[in-house]
């Protein structure tokens, strides 16, 4: 059984900071590509950041050089630190694993930035 348990939303205030966790279960982690995607009200859901299984990572343009994906293959675990927050940011933030060709997804957790 594949789970992927997030934690670490919140709210914060503007220029704050938040490092979201997903805890992984029942897939070969070491081999996955992790991702992080979030949805606003009204709006499609997103890429947020992204890491394959060798560490490589790249980042939407409007959270470049804020947020940082990293992951700790001991753990089975992706974590998304997030810097400088803004209101825009505000979104339900979704983990995702990539594994043979399957994605599996978590079950969102809210962050919410006030000005």
């Known amino acids: 059984q594949v789970q992927l348990v997030e934690s670490g939303g919140g709210s914060v205030q503007a220029g704050g900071s938040l490092r979201l966790s997903c805890a992984t279960s029942?897939?070969?982690?070491?081999?996955?590509?992790m991702g992080w995607y979030r949805q606003a009200p009204g709006k499609l859901r997103e890429s947020v950041a992204r890491?394959?299984?060798?560490?490589?990572?790249n980042y939407a343009d409007s959270v470049k050089g804020r947020f940082t994906i990293s992951r700790d293959n001991a753990k089975n675990t992706v974590y998304l630190q997030m810097n400088s927050l803004k209101p825009e940011d505000t979104a339900v933030y979704y983990c995702?694993?990539?594994?043979?060709?399957?994605?599996?997804w978590g079950q969102g957790t809210q962050v919410t930035v006030s000005s």
């Open positions: 995702k694993a990539t594994v043979y060709y399957s994605d599996y």
């Open positions: 890491i394959s299984s060798g560490g490589i990572t």
């Open positions: 029942g897939i070969a982690f070491s081999i996955a590509a």
